[in-house]
């Protein structure tokens, strides 16, 4: 039953996160701010003379490091205030002034990269062997001297930094065109009214028991993309050209190259994932053959594919009984892990119910200074337990990584970030299907796994193809018109739905909605996530000896190392065939389990 929303004041404290671990009032905020402004007003001293001599060195990573912590601080409270109550004017204002904060350490800080990268790196070597203390910045300092090849000279990175603008413009102009201009026009709803179809709404219908208003929904939401396909294919064309002569200028050999360089991403883990999700295909289309079956269809299209196939289960879960659930899922994780997650609840990491002007969605977030917080809008479904576990995930990879590793070490890379947060997703599947207490629990349980790969390790493997794709036909000079995005889109969706689904040719337009397409080579991530993942848990839940403290190892590394030799320490070679093939194995036994229960 969905919980009736409140303004901020009626919700008790129990129930809403302390921010007191980053500052006790507003005040103390202040004092910081004004303490931030005043060292940042300083701190050009160090330009020109950072690698004259050890000590200068030590300085100025200290005063630098120091302002972005301090920052970092600032700017977390400022905007998790705003979050509780977006119309709340005041946090607004707080929003305004941190964030002009922030331009002003950028600038006033600006010059040290460049000023280290034109430096030779044997000296920074020859500077740590004789001051010691330089030591804990050894990883910092080896990352930043990584991208010396591409580093253009001082004037060349200004202009460069100039054309941001510029650059950005494709993404702006597509999300103001999706989100703002767009209008799709009206759908008749399952209760014979009319309804406005948008983005936001679009998942809603399609994935309605009633076949009809899928259709609508699917053809309406398609024709709306199909009218501006020229648009958005010049701003898509647009990304791409902007990625491309970012990484010929930085001298990358590919923008491919350029996106994974900064985890020091090897191309062959994207070529990797894509060839194995492809040599595996089959097990997709045995899902999709599922579907079809379980429905009912004489003909599965697109606009069937989302619809559920189990009965949705009615029955509600009180935030206690959430905690209970997770705890429970998330025992196999050892004693050590469960005091630590016990903190979140003890301590006011979350903040759970909806009110009044609260921000949509969940979040893991927080600072180095203080413990990981969650934002949630808590309904009592089990997807928001669900999601729950999910941040979870999140918050305890941060609050290890926090606690075990310098500041400057801390924070690990996207390509990881996923992986805990799956991982409790996961136990928790694991722990609902074996306590299931009718067959119908347990089949909505199986059907949230196959729904999971399904969207990450598939769909995103297939973006991850089409984005691959469009940037070699560039490469080879090809122009990215509206006919040749929707003939290359239109492909993929044939070959990953499979002889099973009827393909409509609607869905040749999809590439215009999607806005990872404007974050180079993003996307990938998630199905390497699920994927790495899938191997922890199975290794976890087998007793695979050392499994658990190889894993809550991982979570203590932060940025340590590289993320490709950070998941080893799980016991994940992410780089191999067999880290892949693992998930499709999963998924595949997933929907072997569904068949057998739901044939009972």
């Known amino acids: 039953m969905p919980i009736q929303e409140k303004t901020r004041d009626e919700i008790k404290d129990y129930y809403k996160w302390n921010l007191n671990s980053i500052y006790d009032n507003d005040q103390n905020w202040y004092t910081e701010y004004e ?27 200290k005063d630098f490091l120091w302002l972005e912590r301090k920052l970092s601080k600032l700017y977390v409270y400022a905007y998790m205030r705003s979050d509780e109550d977006t119309g709340n004017t005041y ?56 991208f010396k090849r591409y580093t253009l000279s001082e004037n060349e990175e200004k202009m460069l930094s100039k054309l941001t603008k510029i ?28 309804v406005e179809l948008t983005n936001s709404n679009y998942s809603k219908y399609i994935e309605s028991q009633n076949r009809e208003v899928r259709k609508q929904a699917f053809m309406t939401l398609y024709k709306g993309y199909e009218s501006v396909k020229n648009t958005l294919s010049k701003t898509l064309s647009g990304e791409v050209d902007a990625n491309q002569t970012i990484a010929d200028i930085r001298g990358f050999n590919s923008a491919l190259e350029m996106a994974l360089f900064d985890g020091n991403i090897d191309n062959s883990i994207y070529y990797n994932l894509i060839e194995v999700v492809n040599k595996n295909l089959k097990v997709l289309h045995k899902y999709y053959q599922l579907k079809k079956e379980v429905l009912n269809v004489d003909e599965l299209t697109l606009y069937d594919v989302h619809v559920p196939i189990v009965k949705e289960i009615t029955e509600t879960y009180d935030f206690s009984e959430a905690k209970k659930l997770i705890i429970n899922a998330l025992e196999v ?36 200074d203080s413990h990981p917080y969650i934002l949630l ?32 070490d801390s924070h690990y890379k996207i390509f990881v970030a996923e992986v805990a947060s799956i991982v409790n997703e996961l136990l928790l599947y694991q722990y609902m299907i074996e306590n299931a207490n009718t067959d119908n629990e347990k089949l909505n349980m199986l059907n949230n796994m196959l729904e999971l790969f399904k969207s990450t390790l598939f769909r995103q493997t297939m973006f991850a193809e089409f984005e691959l794709e469009i940037y070699n036909r560039v ?24 002889e099973n689904v ?36 199975n290794d976890i839940l087998s007793k695979k000896p050392g499994a658990v403290k190889n894993y809550l190892e991982f979570l203590k590394t932060g940025n340590r190392d590289y993320p490709v030799e950070l998941l080893k320490i799980a016991g994940i070679d992410i780089s191999k065939p067999s880290a892949i093939e693992n998930a499709v194995k999963l998924f595949d036994n997933t929907i072997y389990q569904f068949i057998k229960l739901s044939r009972k």
Request: glycine share 6%; aromatic share 14%; proline share 3%.
């Open 475 to 498: 490469s080879n000079n090809e122009i990215l018109t509206h006919e040749l995005l929707s003939s290359i889109y239109y492909n993929l969706n044939k070959k990953y739905f499979g």
């Open 377 to 408: 809008n808590y309904q009592e479904r089990f997807s928001d337990v669900s999601t729950l576990a999910h941040e979870l995930g999140h918050s305890m990879h941060s609050y290890y990584s926090r606690v075990h590793n310098e500041y400057q």
């Open 502 to 537: 009827l393909v409509n040719d609607e869905i040749k337009y999809e590439w215009a909605r999607i806005p990872h397409f404007y974050m180079n080579f993003y996307v990938y991530q998630y199905a390497t996530g699920l994927a790495a993942a899938c191997s922890i848990v």
């Open 35 to 61: 303490e931030v402004k005043k060292k940042v007003s300083g701190f050009p001293k160090y330009k020109g003379i950072i690698l004259d001599s050890p000590g200068n060195l030590l300085k100025t990573l």
């Open 167 to 194: 650059f950005d413009n494709p993404v702006d102009t597509a999300s103001l065109l999706r989100n703002s201009d767009l209008v799709f026009g009206t759908i008749t709803d399952e209760n014979n009214n009319l």
């Open 333 to 368: 994780l050892g004693d050590d892990y469960i005091t630590d997650l016990n903190k979140a609840f003890a301590e006011n990491w979350i903040d759970i119910y909806p009110n009044v002007g609260k921000r949509s969605g969940a979040y893991s977030w927080g600072c180095y």
């Open 91 to 146: 946090y607004q204002k707080l929003k305004g002034e941190v964030d002009n904060l922030n331009v002003l350490v950028s600038e006033a800080t600006s010059f040290v990269v460049p000023e280290l990268i034109k430096g030779d790196y044997s000296k920074v070597l020859k500077y740590i062997d004789q001051l010691p203390d330089l030591i804990k910045y050894k990883r910092m300092l080896e990352d930043i001297y990584r």
